[in-house]
Antibody
Framework: EVQLVESGGDLVQPGRSQRLSCTAS????????MNWVRQAPGKGLEWVGF??????????EYAASVKGRFTISRDDSKSIAYLQMNSLKTEDTAVYYC?????????WGQGTMVTVSS | SYGLTQPPSVSVSPGQTARITCSGD??????AYWYQQKSGQAPVLVIY???KRPSGIPERFSGSSSGTMATLTLNGAQVEDEADYYC???????????FGGGTKLTVL
Protein backbone atom coordinates (compact mmCIF):
# COMPACT_ATOMS: atom_id res chain seq x y z
CA GLU A 1 0.00 0.00 0.00
CA VAL A 2 1.26 3.44 -0.91
CA GLN A 3 1.38 5.59 2.19
CA LEU A 4 3.13 8.26 4.20
CA VAL A 5 3.15 8.19 7.98
CA GLU A 6 4.22 11.20 10.03
CA SER A 7 5.47 10.96 13.59
CA GLY A 8 7.14 13.12 16.22
CA GLY A 9 4.39 15.59 17.00
CA ASP A 10 4.25 16.70 20.61
CA LEU A 11 3.73 19.54 23.06
CA VAL A 12 6.84 21.70 22.94
CA GLN A 13 7.84 24.83 24.81
CA PRO A 14 8.54 28.03 22.86
CA GLY A 15 12.15 28.32 21.80
CA ARG A 16 12.74 24.57 21.87
CA SER A 17 13.29 22.15 19.00
CA GLN A 18 11.38 19.20 17.61
CA ARG A 19 12.00 16.78 14.76
CA LEU A 20 9.23 15.26 12.69
CA SER A 21 9.62 12.15 10.56
CA CYS A 22 7.72 11.02 7.48
CA THR A 23 8.07 7.34 6.63
CA ALA A 24 7.12 6.28 3.13
CA SER A 25 6.13 2.85 1.87
CA UNK A 26 4.72 1.29 -1.27
CA UNK A 27 6.64 3.42 -3.77
CA UNK A 28 10.22 4.37 -4.70
CA UNK A 29 10.76 7.16 -2.17
CA UNK A 30 14.01 8.37 -3.69
CA UNK A 31 12.37 9.23 -7.01
CA UNK A 32 10.23 12.02 -5.57
CA UNK A 33 10.45 15.46 -4.04
CA MET A 34 8.88 15.69 -0.59
CA ASN A 35 6.80 18.57 0.69
CA TRP A 36 5.92 19.54 4.23
CA VAL A 37 2.62 21.36 4.68
CA ARG A 38 1.04 22.58 7.90
CA GLN A 39 -2.39 23.63 9.06
CA ALA A 40 -2.93 25.71 12.19
CA PRO A 41 -6.13 24.97 14.12
CA GLY A 42 -9.11 26.30 12.18
CA LYS A 43 -6.88 27.77 9.48
CA GLY A 44 -5.92 26.96 5.90
CA LEU A 45 -3.09 24.93 4.45
CA GLU A 46 0.37 26.49 4.47
CA TRP A 47 3.28 25.18 2.41
CA VAL A 48 6.33 24.86 4.67
CA GLY A 49 9.01 23.65 2.29
CA PHE A 50 10.32 20.83 0.13
CA UNK A 51 13.35 18.76 -0.66
CA UNK A 52 13.97 17.54 -4.18
CA UNK A 53 15.09 14.06 -5.09
CA UNK A 54 18.83 13.33 -5.23
CA UNK A 55 18.62 13.41 -9.03
CA UNK A 56 17.80 17.09 -8.72
CA UNK A 57 20.43 17.67 -6.09
CA UNK A 58 18.40 17.17 -2.94
CA UNK A 59 17.90 20.92 -2.81
CA UNK A 60 15.57 22.57 -0.31
CA GLU A 61 13.28 25.58 -0.33
CA TYR A 62 11.34 27.06 2.57
CA ALA A 63 8.49 29.42 3.20
CA ALA A 64 9.57 32.80 4.55
CA SER A 65 7.79 32.08 7.84
CA VAL A 66 10.13 29.19 8.67
CA LYS A 67 13.32 29.93 6.73
CA GLY A 68 16.35 29.85 8.97
CA ARG A 69 14.53 27.88 11.68
CA PHE A 70 13.31 24.74 9.90
CA THR A 71 15.42 22.23 7.95
CA ILE A 72 14.19 19.44 5.70
CA SER A 73 16.35 16.40 5.04
CA ARG A 74 15.90 12.90 3.69
CA ASP A 75 17.33 9.42 4.10
CA ASP A 76 16.49 7.52 0.94
CA SER A 77 17.95 4.29 2.34
CA LYS A 78 15.24 4.35 5.03
CA SER A 79 12.52 6.05 2.94
CA ILE A 80 12.21 8.77 5.56
CA ALA A 81 11.98 12.55 5.28
CA TYR A 82 12.62 14.78 8.28
CA LEU A 83 11.52 18.21 9.36
CA GLN A 84 13.83 19.68 11.98
CA MET A 85 12.14 22.60 13.69
CA ASN A 86 14.23 24.95 15.85
CA SER A 87 13.38 28.09 17.79
CA LEU A 88 9.72 27.13 17.81
CA LYS A 89 7.11 29.83 18.23
CA THR A 90 3.51 29.60 19.38
CA GLU A 91 2.44 30.37 15.81
CA ASP A 92 4.09 27.14 14.66
CA THR A 93 1.28 25.23 16.37
CA ALA A 94 -0.30 23.13 13.64
CA VAL A 95 -0.92 19.75 12.14
CA TYR A 96 2.09 18.95 9.99
CA TYR A 97 1.61 16.85 6.85
CA CYS A 98 4.17 15.36 4.53
CA UNK A 99 3.16 15.20 0.89
CA UNK A 100 4.34 13.79 -2.39
CA UNK A 101 2.86 15.32 -5.50
CA UNK A 102 3.80 14.46 -9.05
CA UNK A 103 0.96 14.82 -11.51
CA UNK A 104 -1.72 12.35 -10.62
CA UNK A 105 0.55 10.62 -8.05
CA UNK A 106 -0.43 12.58 -4.98
CA UNK A 107 -0.04 11.19 -1.48
CA TRP A 108 -0.56 12.77 1.94
CA GLY A 109 0.15 11.46 5.39
CA GLN A 110 -2.42 11.60 8.15
CA GLY A 111 -0.62 14.49 9.85
CA THR A 112 1.05 14.92 13.22
CA MET A 113 0.15 17.64 15.72
CA VAL A 114 2.75 20.02 17.07
CA THR A 115 1.64 22.28 19.89
CA VAL A 116 4.00 25.06 20.96
CA SER A 117 3.02 26.32 24.36
CA SER A 118 4.51 27.02 27.75
CA SER B 1 5.62 37.21 -1.21
CA TYR B 2 3.51 35.47 -3.83
CA GLY B 3 -0.10 34.73 -2.98
CA LEU B 4 -3.15 33.02 -4.42
CA THR B 5 -6.55 34.60 -3.74
CA GLN B 6 -9.74 32.60 -3.30
CA PRO B 7 -13.20 33.65 -2.13
CA PRO B 8 -13.75 32.59 1.51
CA SER B 9 -17.05 30.88 0.77
CA VAL B 10 -19.31 29.69 -2.02
CA SER B 11 -22.82 28.40 -1.49
CA VAL B 12 -25.05 26.51 -3.93
CA SER B 13 -28.11 24.28 -3.85
CA PRO B 14 -27.77 20.58 -4.67
CA GLY B 15 -27.61 20.05 -8.42
CA GLN B 16 -26.43 23.57 -9.16
CA THR B 17 -23.05 24.50 -10.58
CA ALA B 18 -20.44 25.75 -8.15
CA ARG B 19 -17.44 27.73 -9.32
CA ILE B 20 -14.44 28.50 -7.13
CA THR B 21 -11.85 30.91 -8.42
CA CYS B 22 -8.16 31.31 -7.65
CA SER B 23 -6.19 34.32 -8.82
CA GLY B 24 -2.44 34.68 -8.94
CA ASP B 25 0.06 36.57 -11.06
CA UNK B 26 2.08 33.47 -11.92
CA UNK B 27 -0.87 31.37 -13.09
CA UNK B 28 -0.29 32.18 -16.78
CA UNK B 29 3.06 30.35 -16.42
CA UNK B 30 2.41 27.84 -13.65
CA UNK B 31 -0.08 25.03 -13.24
CA ALA B 32 -2.88 25.18 -10.71
CA TYR B 33 -3.82 22.22 -8.56
CA TRP B 34 -7.01 21.86 -6.53
CA TYR B 35 -7.45 20.01 -3.25
CA GLN B 36 -10.58 19.06 -1.37
CA GLN B 37 -10.35 18.82 2.40
CA LYS B 38 -13.14 17.54 4.59
CA SER B 39 -13.17 18.16 8.31
CA GLY B 40 -10.46 16.27 10.16
CA GLN B 41 -9.06 14.66 7.02
CA ALA B 42 -5.99 15.10 4.87
CA PRO B 43 -6.45 16.94 1.56
CA VAL B 44 -7.40 15.03 -1.58
CA LEU B 45 -6.29 16.05 -5.08
CA VAL B 46 -9.28 16.70 -7.33
CA ILE B 47 -7.64 18.56 -10.25
CA TYR B 48 -4.01 18.67 -11.34
CA UNK B 49 -2.15 20.64 -14.02
CA UNK B 50 -5.05 23.10 -14.44
CA UNK B 51 -7.65 20.75 -15.88
CA LYS B 52 -6.78 17.08 -15.39
CA ARG B 53 -8.86 14.88 -13.16
CA PRO B 54 -7.27 12.01 -11.21
CA SER B 55 -8.87 8.61 -11.46
CA GLY B 56 -11.61 8.15 -8.90
CA ILE B 57 -12.63 11.81 -8.90
CA PRO B 58 -16.21 12.25 -10.18
CA GLU B 59 -16.66 13.76 -13.63
CA ARG B 60 -18.61 16.66 -12.14
CA PHE B 61 -15.25 18.11 -11.05
CA SER B 62 -13.45 20.10 -13.74
CA GLY B 63 -10.77 22.74 -13.87
CA SER B 64 -9.75 25.54 -16.19
CA SER B 65 -7.23 28.33 -16.25
CA SER B 66 -7.11 31.56 -18.21
CA GLY B 67 -4.68 34.38 -17.63
CA THR B 68 -4.21 35.02 -13.93
CA MET B 69 -7.25 33.01 -12.85
CA ALA B 70 -7.86 29.33 -12.36
CA THR B 71 -11.35 27.97 -11.76
CA LEU B 72 -12.64 24.79 -10.17
CA THR B 73 -16.13 23.91 -11.39
CA LEU B 74 -18.53 21.39 -9.89
CA ASN B 75 -21.32 20.65 -12.34
CA GLY B 76 -24.25 19.41 -10.30
CA ALA B 77 -22.81 19.84 -6.82
CA GLN B 78 -23.77 17.17 -4.30
CA VAL B 79 -24.17 17.43 -0.53
CA GLU B 80 -21.12 15.19 -0.17
CA ASP B 81 -19.03 17.83 -1.99
CA GLU B 82 -19.28 20.15 1.00
CA ALA B 83 -15.68 20.77 2.01
CA ASP B 84 -12.88 23.28 1.97
CA TYR B 85 -11.17 23.66 -1.39
CA TYR B 86 -7.64 24.93 -1.85
CA CYS B 87 -5.79 25.94 -4.98
CA UNK B 88 -2.03 25.30 -5.05
CA UNK B 89 0.66 26.55 -7.37
CA UNK B 90 4.21 27.83 -7.61
CA UNK B 91 5.81 31.25 -7.76
CA UNK B 92 7.33 31.92 -11.19
CA UNK B 93 10.34 33.87 -9.90
CA UNK B 94 11.43 31.78 -6.93
CA UNK B 95 10.88 28.07 -6.55
CA UNK B 96 8.31 28.39 -3.79
CA UNK B 97 4.90 26.82 -3.60
CA UNK B 98 1.80 28.39 -2.15
CA PHE B 99 -1.77 27.53 -1.24
CA GLY B 100 -4.72 29.80 -1.66
CA GLY B 101 -6.55 30.77 1.50
CA GLY B 102 -9.23 28.16 0.91
CA THR B 103 -12.91 28.32 -0.02
CA LYS B 104 -15.62 26.73 2.08
CA LEU B 105 -18.19 25.18 -0.24
CA THR B 106 -21.67 24.80 1.20
CA VAL B 107 -24.22 22.68 -0.65
CA LEU B 108 -27.72 22.97 0.80
Amino acid sequence: EVQLVESGGDLVQPGRSQRLSCTASGFTFGDYSMNWVRQAPGKGLEWVGFITSKVYGGTTEYAASVKGRFTISRDDSKSIAYLQMNSLKTEDTAVYYCHVGSGTFDIWGQGTMVTVSS
Amino acid sequence: SYGLTQPPSVSVSPGQTARITCSGDALPKKYAYWYQQKSGQAPVLVIYEDNKRPSGIPERFSGSSSGTMATLTLNGAQVEDEADYYCFSTDSSVNHSVFGGGTKLTVL
